[in-house]
């Protein structure tokens, strides 16, 4: 009898050890946080990286001395920066990429508040899958939901910019010099545009950095909000 009880008493705390076990790899601390918790945490994400991180951009050199934006000339003008630079005109191309990066730093400062009100659009509908992601998923939600938009409100402004700070003149110049150079080919590119277009991506990539951070960061979680809501992350 003692043996069968004895067995008994072991057969049980080994099942509520393992009991234990299972119970302590569900996710902990999870009451309180709501799908409108988690998208208020998002937003405060991306908040913080318009603060720290997009809010650079609009400095002077924001854009030109940042190498993960800095916008270099569209493809089809890398032949004209190269033969420049071949016949001696170096300081002209670097002048030209140089107003390029300006007029983008001059329109992130007019846009950003723009940008600020898509942030607070953000649902809490896919707040879950969205930090439950991959580490850019809140940016790159912006991103998807945004972006059109966007694009009608920064491409006015970046060719206000272009013309503000002498691009229109100075591209003029070189091309009006290049396509004066024999046997090349005439070029003739959409500046606004592109310009426009990597600007859109300069700003997502360093809200995407601060993003990043925070996930990866705990000491990046400078609120109560982001500590919890990022906390559900990590146990994932």
Do not use: H
């Not at 300081?91 to 950003?112: I, M, P, Q, W």
């Not at 896919?126 to 991959?134: P, V």
């Amino acid at each position: 009898m003692k043996k069968l009880t004895l067995l008994i008493v072991v057969f049980q705390l080994t099942a509520c050890a393992e009991l234990q076990q299972v119970v302590s790899s569900f996710p902990q601390g999870d009451v309180g946080i709501s799908n409108a918790d988690i998208a208020a945490g998002l937003r405060q994400a991306l908040d913080n990286g318009i603060d720290k991180q997009v809010s650079k951009l609009t400095q002077t050199d924001g854009f030109y001395r940042n190498e993960l934006v800095k916008i270099l000339l569209p493809q089809e003008l890398q032949k004209v920066d190269r033969t420049l630079r071949d016949i001696g005109l170096g300081n002209l191309a670097d002048e030209g990429l140089k107003v390029l990066n300006r007029a983008a730093e001059d329109a992130v400062k007019e846009a950003t508040p723009i940008f600020v009100n898509a942030v607070k659009q953000i649902t809490f509908d896919d707040a879950r899958t969205i930090l439950l992601g991959a580490d850019n998923s809140a940016t790159q939600y912006l991103s998807n939901k945004t972006t059109n938009e966007l694009y009608g409100k920064f491409s006015p402004v970046i060719g206000n910019s272009l013309n503000k700070v002498g691009a229109t003149q100075v591209w003029n110049n070189i091309i009006t010099q290049y396509n004066a150079i024999p046997l090349t080919t005439n070029v003739n590119p959409d500046l606004t545009d592109y310009v426009t277009q990597e600007a859109l991506k300069g700003v997502f990539k360093m809200i995407a950095v601060e993003e990043k951070e925070i996930r990866s960061n705990f000491a990046s979680r400078t609120t109560d909000l982001l500590r919890r809501v990022f906390a559900l992350q990590d146990r994932n």
